[in-house]
């Protein structure tokens, strides 16, 4: 089965500064997809970003970038130029490549707070 | 709007109550889901509806009955649970077929459950 594993249960930045969240996973398999999730205040879990394993190119939106590194099976988030609106519960999750369903395994979870 | 509605947003009930959760999509979406969110715990999948069949029932107390009459409509029957059954509840739906690629999760904003 697969897990995914995030370490930092809270994290904290500065207005306008760069934070790395981290997040690992295990699973035997060569193909799937990682996402980051977002969820603020209002519950609502929010796509941040996400990566097809077999693209070695980082996967990119706007201020928010991943640093995939498929051996090591990490898959980091940064997030360039924090906003007070990034604060947040920020989940990594992961998906099979195939199946009937989009079934994501999810780590618990990192809050992300953003100081002025 | 989210795409994804949950009615009731706060749901008290006691341990002999009956009661259900209520999720809608007009996404055009034909996988349905339903994920318990727990203090310091990965999100757990209960139960995934694709094309209105159950094809996935994580061994789920029989506490919780989930109905999806349609495409668009995905309930969660509650009764007799326990205080720790106490959660939020999110729903999400998404498009599945291989044309869609990585198959993306939609989430609503979640029922929060308080059982006494």
């Known amino acids: 089965a697969q897990t995914v594993t995030q370490s930092q249960p809270e994290m904290s930045v500065q207005e306008a500064e760069t934070v790395t969240l981290s997040c690992t996973y295990d699973t035997s398999e060569s193909d799937y997809y990682l996402f980051w999730y977002k969820q603020p205040p209002s519950r609502q879990m929010i796509l941040v970003i996400r990566?097809?394993?077999?693209?070695?190119q980082n996967a990119t939106e706007n201020r928010f970038s991943v640093n995939f590194q498929k051996a090591a099976k990490s898959f980091s988030l940064k997030i360039s130029d924090s906003q007070l609106g990034d604060a947040a519960m920020y989940f990594c999750a992961y998906r099979r490549y195939t199946g009937t369903a989009s079934k994501l395994t999810f780590g618990t979870g990192t809050r992300l707070q953003v100081t002025l | 709007e989210t795409g994804v509605t949950q009615t009731p947003r706060h749901l008290v009930m006691g341990m002999t109550n009956k009661k259900s959760l209520k999720c809608e999509q007009h996404?055009?979406?034909?996988?349905m889901y339903w994920y318990k969110q727990s203090a310091k715990k990965p999100l757990e999948l209960m139960f995934v509806?694709?094309?209105?069949?159950?094809?996935e029932n994580n061994s789920v107390p029989s506490r919780f009955s989930p109905e999806c009459p349609n495409s668009s409509h995905l309930f969660l029957h509650l009764h007799t649970l326990q205080p720790e059954d106490s959660a939020l509840y999110l729903c999400?739906?998404?498009?599945?077929?291989?044309?869609?690629?990585?198959?993306?999760?939609?989430f609503g904003a979640g029922s929060r459950l308080t059982v006494l």
């Open positions: 999400a739906s998404s498009k599945q077929g291989a044309l869609y690629g990585a198959n993306v999760l939609t």
């Open positions: 996404l055009g979406h034909n996988a």
């Open positions: 990566q097809e394993a077999y693209k070695q």
């Open positions: 509806y694709s094309l209105e069949e159950r094809v």
